[in-house]
């Protein structure tokens, strides 16, 4: 069970070193991408060297241009929105794959819904996980829903590797790792918090199988 953290704003950044010791993958979450390019990637990747860096693009068309971009800047991940055509699929999957990199299928905008993709839905061999999020707006407008991570278990059951985000922190860590995702996604519960460095550790301390088989007492 891998940990992303993920990084929105800009004074985010500067809690790199903090997180290098204990996160298997940081992201570049959207707004950030939005405000620094593929800088922001670059200074992941210089802070974070033994880091795997996502850039959220949550890419829905362009997709063999924003591929080459953020693959060349040192990402090892990207983000597709599930809605994105399946001309677009293909050709983000052909250039990760010639980049080594690997693809995530987000399903944000199908948050809510029943089923989040069609029934026999596939995807090329580098899209390795499917996104299963719940949406920041929506959580801040009130929605307290945890059915994101109930539906680990239907996409699990349907053959695929699950990123699970939206809302995880201390208070759902139990649920979520009940249901494994083979991705933990943790975004304010850690940059938001009083301590970030504790709250990091106190999560880190919880998830089966550290990333890169690193030690359990990392300082």
Same mark, same amino acid.
């Given at each position: 069970? @891998?940990? =992303?953290?993920?990084? !929105?704003?800009?004074?985010? @950044?500067?809690?790199?070193?903090?997180?290098?010791?204990?996160?298997?993958?940081?992201? $570049? /979450?959207?707004?950030?991408?939005?405000?620094?390019?593929?800088?922001?990637?670059?200074?992941?990747?210089?802070? *974070?060297? !033994?880091?795997?860096?996502?850039?959220?693009?949550?890419t829905?068309?362009?997709? #063999?241009?924003?591929?080459d971009?953020?693959? #060349?800047? /040192? &990402?090892?991940?990207?983000?597709? @929105? +599930? *809605?994105?055509?399946?001309?677009?699929?293909?050709t983000?999957? =052909?250039r990760? =794959?010639?980049?080594?990199a690997?693809?995530?299928?987000?399903? $944000?905008?199908e +948050? /809510?819904?029943?089923? @989040?993709?069609?029934? #026999?839905?596939?995807?090329?061999?580098?899209?390795?996980?499917?996104a299963?999020?719940?949406?920041?707006?929506a959580?801040l407008?009130?929605?307290?829903?945890? &059915?994101?991570? !109930? &539906?680990?278990?239907?996409?699990?059951?349907?053959?695929f590797?699950v990123?699970?985000?939206?809302g995880?922190?201390?208070k759902?860590?139990?649920?979520? $790792?009940d249901?494994?995702?083979? $991705?933990?996604?943790?975004?304010?519960?850690i940059?938001?918090?009083?301590?970030?460095?504790?709250?990091l550790?106190?999560?880190? !301390?919880?998830?089966?199988?550290?990333?890169? /088989?690193?030690?359990?007492?990392?300082?």
């Amino acid at each position: 069970m @891998l940990l =992303q953290i993920a990084f !929105d704003k800009p004074e985010h @950044l500067a809690l790199l070193p903090l997180v290098k010791p204990f996160a298997d993958i940081v992201e $570049i /979450g959207t707004p950030l991408l939005k405000r620094f390019g593929i800088s922001a990637i670059t200074t992941a990747r210089e802070l *974070c060297p !033994d880091v795997l860096v996502l850039a959220d693009t949550k890419t829905v068309d362009g997709g #063999g241009l924003e591929a080459d971009m953020v693959f #060349g800047a /040192g &990402a090892a991940f990207m983000t597709v @929105l +599930s *809605c994105a055509s399946s001309a677009t699929h293909a050709t983000v999957g =052909q250039r990760a =794959q010639a980049f080594g990199a690997t693809v995530i299928v987000d399903t $944000i905008t199908e +948050s /809510g819904k029943a089923e @989040l993709l069609p029934e #026999g839905a596939t995807f090329p061999p580098s899209f390795a996980y499917v996104a299963v999020h719940s949406p920041t707006d929506a959580r801040l407008a009130g929605n307290t829903s945890t &059915a994101h991570i !109930d &539906a680990v278990r239907d996409m699990h059951a349907r053959g695929f590797r699950v990123s699970l985000a939206g809302g995880i922190g201390p208070k759902t860590l139990a649920a979520v $790792i009940d249901v494994a995702p083979e $991705i933990v996604v943790v975004g304010s519960a850690i940059t938001e918090a009083a301590n970030p460095r504790e709250v990091l550790r106190w999560i880190r !301390d919880r998830l089966p199988n550290p990333g890169h /088989g690193w030690p359990w007492d990392r300082k």
